[in-house]
């Protein structure tokens, strides 16, 4: 069978990479070179949707743009690899993405590093299903958008990351990113109105924990801050919860959560709350 134009590409780029330069030639116009080559044959294998070979040509041409001293290119390289091996490989698109990541911070670039941050926290979301470290890059990648003004995204990243914590029943650290997102939020009359919807997440953290004096606390608390919380939905479905938990009347709690649900609809992440809740009222009571 005849070597595909890819696999062309790619041993002209291996014997440029490990030719000596010539008289008139620098080591620095080789590496140039072989990336231009290495670039050339990973685009020639995304065509042949051999996206692994792709990733490695990619990663080839970083190293190529590394030894010439193009610090950005390289970065661009890593991330064209990360793209690559995004379809299907996650452990080596991670790889890539942390190696862009270092390029752009070293450079000061700290919102494009947030980008591919994000990325990073998604492949671990949704191929890896590793929650603990998607909540860490979500989390940094937070950070760096905060770093830079842009709070928009990082909110969104915190956000995602509350989400997960609350899965992983990481409970007291979800509440504590919901309520920095809630409060940054009451600042816009643009995002006001998400409010009540970080506050209600948190809520539910609090009596899942289970502790439903803090609960009552953090409640109050919101209200003050925003004393048309009160009259809200989210207000009053959590007020029942409260007395319901405190009363230990599950028959109160499942009336509560039906008629909140009639109206607005529960989705996923709040069932699951709410099925841990439920859950701690129906244990039995540890006799000391």
């Given at each position: 069978m005849a070597p595909s134009a890819a696999s062309g590409l790619l041993a002209k780029a291996?014997?440029?990479?490990?030719?000596?330069?010539?008289?008139?030639?620098?080591?620095?116009?080789?590496?140039?070179?072989?990336g231009d080559l290495y670039q050339q044959a990973a685009n020639a294998f995304k065509l042949d949707k051999l996206f692994k070979d792709a990733g490695d040509a990619h990663a080839r041409e970083a190293e190529c743009r590394e030894m010439q001293g193009e610090k950005d290119e390289a970065a661009a390289a890593w991330w064209n690899a990360g793209k690559a091996y995004k379809k299907g490989y996650p452990d080596e698109a991670v790889n890539a993405l942390s190696k862009t990541i270092t390029l752009l911070t070293q450079a000061g670039k700290f919102r494009q590093a947030a980008d591919r941050e994000k990325e990073i926290a998604q492949i671990y979301l949704q191929d890896a299903h590793d929650l603990a470290?998607?909540?860490?890059?979500f989390e940094r990648a937070g950070d760096w958008y905060a770093q830079e003004d842009a709070m928009a995204t990082a909110n969104g990243c915190y956000k995602e990351a509350a989400d997960l914590h609350a899965e992983l029943e990481h409970y007291p650290q979800a509440i504590e990113r919901y309520q920095q997102v809630a409060d940054h939020s009451l600042t816009s009359s643009l995002t006001r109105y998400s409010?009540?919807?970080?506050?209600?997440?948190?809520?539910?953290?609090?009596?899942?924990?289970?502790?439903?004096?803090?609960?009552?606390?953090?409640?109050?608390?919101?209200i003050s801050k925003d004393l048309t919380f009160s009259s809200t939905r989210e207000a009053q479905f959590v007020h029942k919860l409260i007395e319901a938990v405190e009363n230990d009347d599950v028959d109160d709690f499942t009336a509560a959560v039906?008629?909140?649900?009639?109206v607005t609809r529960l989705d996923n992440w709040k069932t699951a709350v709410l099925l841990k809740i439920k859950k701690e009222m129906l244990k039995e009571p540890v006799l000391v």
């Open positions: 291996d014997k440029k990479y490990k030719s000596s330069p010539g008289w008139f030639s620098s080591s620095s116009s080789k590496y140039e070179e072989a470290r998607a909540v860490e890059s409010v009540k919807e970080y506050w209600l997440r948190a809520l539910l953290c609090a009596l899942a924990i289970p502790d439903a004096i803090s609960a009552k606390r953090d409640l109050d608390s919101y039906a008629e909140f649900d009639r």
